[in-house]
């Protein structure tokens, strides 16, 4: 999810990421989250005011109390409910706000993408790509050639480009893991196995549900 602070300062950047994506439809969403976001920024304003006035208004209540003026603190006290009030009112609609921005932020296209890994920008190489003489066979060729894989039954339950791993490719596969994680061991990590299910709040910054449907 993109920083408001960096779609406040770049929307026309936000704007021709979005045509990147091939997403016209989702660049009105630019405009109204700015427009939320000056809305939200005038609200903070506001209830920094009304508090800081509530702390000089409550020194003057002090102050009138000791010098025996009842009714002028009774007025003072008044005014700082009515600012109670218009504090508590605009802390309502800060939420609702915020709420609608992280909405529609988790919307707008973060990275630029085309229409296939054709147009995938390189940013840097290091070093050079040493290309031998002979063919290089994709990885899950040499899998099947092992029985190693099974293509089918894994495009069935999450779609094209997943695979099982099967026999002693899987074996291997969780080898290299073990090794991996001794390695680490050895060297002062500690071996931590997370949960596997995760909360949707956890996951909204990084991925938008909308596109997975």
């Known amino acids: ?3 408001i602070k960096f779609v406040r300062s770049n929307p026309d950047i936000v704007k021709e990421n979005i045509k990147k994506k091939f997403q016209n439809e989702k660049l009105p969403l630019v405009d109204e989250v700015l427009e939320l976001d000056k809305r939200n920024r005038e609200i903070k304003q ?3 005011a009304l508090r800081a006035d509530k702390n000089k208004i409550s020194k003057k209540i002090g102050a009138c109390m ?3 003026k009842k009714e002028e603190a009774e007025e003072l006290k008044n005014q700082v409910e009515a600012n109670a009030g218009r504090t508590a009112e605009l802390s309502s609609e800060e939420k609702e706000v915020e ?4 909405e529609i932020m988790m919307v707008i296209p973060t990275v630029p993408i ?3 890994d054709s147009e995938n920008v390189e940013l ?3 070093g050079e790509p040493i290309v031998p003489d002979y063919e290089i066979p994709y990885h899950t060729e040499i899998m099947e050639k092992f029985h190693g894989i099974d293509l089918e039954s894994a495009g069935k339950v999450a ?5 099982y791993l099967m026999g002693d490719i899987a074996r291997l596969h969780s080898a290299v893991i073990s090794y991996a994680r001794d390695f680490m061991i050895n060297r002062g990590f500690t071996y931590c196995v997370p949960p596997f ?9 990084v991925m938008s549900f909308a596109e997975m449907d």
């Open 197 to 205: 299910m995760i909360r949707s709040n956890v996951v909204t910054g």
């Open 46 to 48: 506001e209830v920094e």
């Open 66 to 68: 000791a010098q025996g």
């Open 114 to 116: 085309g229409r296939d």
């Open 159 to 163: 779609g094209n480009g997943f695979y």
């Open 1 to 3: 999810m993109l920083d």
């Open 99 to 102: 709420e609608k921005i992280k």
């Open 124 to 126: 840097e190489r290091f």
